[in-house]
């Protein structure tokens, strides 16, 4: 360990490497060439972070100290869902006047909502099926889409003329979220999928793509190379992310959040588990 010490406070990737290789050095773990990249807690081998203390492999590569200006609130979030909302904007080429399509309205989306918004679109609709969510979203400047009724896409076309969207991010995962991403893009859009689908037959409509020259991009985030863009604009105010935190509890309580987010009770949107109670 050379760049924390102890006493700092820290945050940590969810996503790491090995940490030696040039891509790990360069802060981008997921194109990591000696092993690939590992997620937290979705091995037996590579526990989560959701405890008192934390083993954390490479830490050079994927710790980073916590400015002053930064709260704790904000830096759980810096560790993954933050970052991986960002990236979802920043991989659907929007380009200032242009409008944009966000589906699923959790955390993630959430994000992509607002980090959208800094590339300065004319017009983000906002797609969900869950109305607290909808109403959160129309809150912050998006335009709400029900979806509950499978309609989505004409809902979508009937919005913009018939046109489509210029940019459609997709934070959910669903093959039937994608595919609608994928039908909500005019002509020479692009997609963006950021939810986690592991369907490796997925039905990719190639004969649409090809002839409307869409571009697809489907990332998983890598961390550490969003913070030097997303830390100032949390220290200087330009994002509020720990709003996205609706229900707080203690870490000895984490069955009740898991089940609470899973049954999206009392207006849930994301639970923060406090180790320390």
């Not at 010490?5 to 940590?12: A, F, I, M, S």
């Not at 309609?151 to 991010?169: E, N």
Request: hydrophobic residues 45%; glycine residues 10%; proline residues 7%.
């Amino acid at each position: 360990m050379r760049r924390v010490k102890k006493g700092d406070r820290v945050l940590v990737s969810a996503v790491v490497g090995c940490g030696h290789c040039d891509p790990c050095l360069a802060r981008d773990p997921v194109l990591c060439t000696g092993g690939g990249p590992r997620v937290f807690g979705t091995t037996l081998e590579f526990h989560g972070g959701q405890a008192e203390f934390c083993a954390v492999p490479a830490a050079d590569s994927c710790c980073l100290a916590i400015p002053d200006n930064v709260s704790l609130e904000q830096s759980v979030l810096l560790t993954d869902i933050l970052p991986t909302g960002y990236t979802g904007a920043m991989n659907a080429n929007i380009k200032p006047g242009s409008t944009v399509a966000v589906f699923g309205l959790g955390p993630v989306g959430v994000f992509a909502l607002q980090t959208a918004m800094l590339y300065g679109p004319s017009r983000i609709l906002a797609i969900d099926r869950v109305p607290e969510r909808l109403a959160r979203a129309a809150a912050l400047g998006a335009e709400p889409i029900d979806a509950s009724d499978g309609q989505a896409v004409a809902r979508i076309l009937d919005a913009t003329k018939g046109r489509g969207v210029d940019s459609a991010i997709e934070a959910v995962g669903a093959d039937a979220t994608i595919t609608d991403a994928i039908l909500s893009v005019a002509a020479g859009g692009t997609i963006s999928v950021i939810g986690v689908n592991m369907n490796m037959e997925f039905p990719y409509p190639m004969p649409l793509a090809f002839m409307k020259r869409l571009t697809l991009k489907a990332a998983l985030v890598s961390v550490p190379a969003t913070w030097d863009h997303l830390v100032p604009l949390i220290a200087n105010g330009k994002l509020q992310p720990e709003e996205v935190f609706t229900h707080r509890l203690p870490l000895s309580q984490a069955a009740d959040g898991y089940r609470i987010f899973d049954k999206r009770e009392d207006g849930v949107l994301k639970v923060l588990l406090d180790p320390s109670e």
